[in-house]
């Protein structure tokens, strides 16, 4: 798969995600607007009417069933950008619905488009939160427009009950609320977009990270030197594989078990922190160090090693690096040489004394 088709991969995954999110969001508001008008007809409010009431319940019926829909169809749909615009499409339609239903200038719930603009900005950016502010000033627009000609009278009064507002206040309302859809699609896109940013910036630094760890750890693990490091308490947090080798254990076996416990001869050339305290006599970190080492099986080798403190990213001391090298190959040709030389030179005496 190529670095555009994953890309492309992660972000309907994202979408989808989002749009779950927004039909679970959906279902909860459905739940509670049904209970609210539960309420509102057990205790008889007059001020509404059974019209409104029967209406509330419709769209309540309404938004389950899209909803059903939606997720029945969420399998099966591959454009999710175009499946996010008729969500929010039909949200807008909704709200404007429970507008009308619930007084038009006079409803309280002209704040649902802010929650459905917010959503668009957060599902499709700045792009989906304008478009959608655009439809809900639309919707919103018309729907005063049609409730000052008086094509249409809101279900939430009685006949007897409408109030006369004029024109003035029907436009300072619409511009009020229209500059608040727009302010409020322009914010939310910018956060949800600055939000998309540190995101893929994160995901970026988290993948070079794990390359460097990868790189990190290939190297311990490949290179035939051995590596082990030691808390405060000269316990054994790591080994490489080297040293399993060296030492004929294996990792469980070695792991929280102090150093002294298996290389024996090692420690008293250890220099930590803890060790040392106050004594300024102890001995500090060496390099270079020849000790013998008895394997698992029996086997004698001869290790070199060297040491440095291992600090935490604070510049804290938490316990020391060893690097071990098996040098029983080495010190065998080293004798094998001295052995020859010494031969050689016997060879030379002999031959001296001979000719003499």
């Not at 001020?47 to 169809?73: D, E, P, Q, R």
């Not at 940013?197 to 030197?225: F, G, H, M, P, W």
């Not at 510049?315 to 029983?328: A, K, N």
Request: aromatic content about 12%.
């Amino acid at each position: 798969m190529s670095e555009l088709e994953q890309d492309s991969t992660e972000r309907n995954e994202e979408l989808l995600g989002k749009i779950k999110w927004l039909m679970v969001l959906r279902l909860l508001f459905a739940t509670f607007l049904l209970v609210a008008t539960v309420v509102v007809q057990a205790r008889a409010y007059p001020s509404f009417s059974n019209t409104s009431l029967a209406s509330l319940y419709i769209l309540t019926g309404v938004i389950y069933f899209l909803t059903l829909c939606y997720a029945l169809l969420l399998d099966r749909i591959k454009k999710y950008v175009l499946f996010s615009y008729v969500q929010l499409v039909f949200d807008v339609l909704f709200v404007t619905a429970l507008i009308y239903v619930t007084g038009g200038i006079e409803s309280i719930f002209s704040f649902m488009y802010i929650l459905t603009i917010i959503n668009a900005a957060i599902m499709l950016y700045r792009r989906g939160g304008l478009l959608i502010a655009s439809a809900s000033s639309i919707g919103y627009g018309s729907l005063l427009d049609l409730q000052y000609f008086g094509i249409i009278h809101p279900y939430y009064t009685r006949a007897s009950e409408l109030m006369t507002y004029t024109i003035g206040y029907y436009f300072y309302t619409l511009l009020m609320n229209i500059a608040a859809f727009y302010l409020v699609a322009f914010l939310s896109s910018y956060l949800a977009e600055e939000l998309r940013r540190s995101s893929v910036k994160l995901k970026a630094k988290q993948y070079d990270l794990d390359q460097l760890e990868l790189l990190n750890r290939n190297i311990v693990q490949s290179i035939n030197t051995g590596l082990i490091t030691l808390n405060n308490q000269l316990e054994i947090s790591y080994i490489n594989p080297a040293v399993e080798q060296i030492s004929g254990f294996g990792y469980r076996d070695l792991e929280g078990i102090h150093i002294g416990d298996i290389f024996p001869k090692i420690v008293p050339y250890l220099s930590i922190s803890d060790r040392r305290g106050d004594n300024d006599d102890m001995p500090q970190p060496q390099k270079g160090i020849d000790v013998d080492f008895d394997r698992r099986d029996g086997t004698r080798l001869h290790l070199g090693f060297s040491q440095s403190i291992l600090k935490d990213p604070g510049g804290d001391e938490i316990g020391l690096i060893l690097i071990l090298q098996d040098l029983t190959e080495f010190r065998q040709m080293q004798e094998q040489v001295r052995r020859m030389d010494r031969l050689a030179v016997a060879g030379e005496l002999a031959a001296g004394i001979a000719h003499e």
